[in-house]
């Protein structure tokens, strides 16, 4: 059974990076075939992919937050991680880290997520 747990501050300051850790159990980062994914969602509003990390390693982001946005993995750890740039005061939103198999349009496996709020 794979699981993944979400860690990070949950307040950022405006213009700060936020940065998150999702740790994975029962299964490595590194297996063929499996991508391993950021997303967030706001209270009351839809998913947004942020990005992910492939099984070599390659990181790919979403267009609209790719100038601000890194996603990396330690192997060693069996972690990996996303940094948001210059955050702004906006709606909470939960951030989520998953496991694709085989492409982006699908998750199996979720963490439960962790809330981080940007004040004004």
């Known amino acids: 059974q794979v699981q993944l747990q979400e860690s990070g501050p949950g307040l950022v300051k405006p213009s700060q990076t936020l940065s998150l850790t999702c740790t994975v159990s029962?299964?490595?980062?590194?297996?063929?075939?499996?991508?391993w994914t950021w997303i967030r969602q706001p209270p009351g509003k839809g998913l947004e992919w942020m990005g992910g990390?492939?099984?070599?390693?390659?990181?790919y982001y979403s267009p609209s937050l790719r100038s601000r946005t890194s996603i990396s993995r330690d192997t060693s750890k069996n972690q990996f991680t996303l940094q948001l740039s210059s955050v702004t005061p906006e709606a909470p939103a939960v951030y989520y880290c998953?496991?694709?198999?085989?492409?982006?349009?699908?998750?199996?496996?979720w963490g439960k997520g962790t809330l981080v709020t940007v004040p004004s």
């Open positions: 029962g299964g490595s980062i590194t297996t063929d075939n499996y991508y």
């Open positions: 998953a496991r694709s198999p085989r492409g982006w349009s699908t998750m199996d496996y």
């Open positions: 990390i492939n099984d070599s390693g390659t990181p």
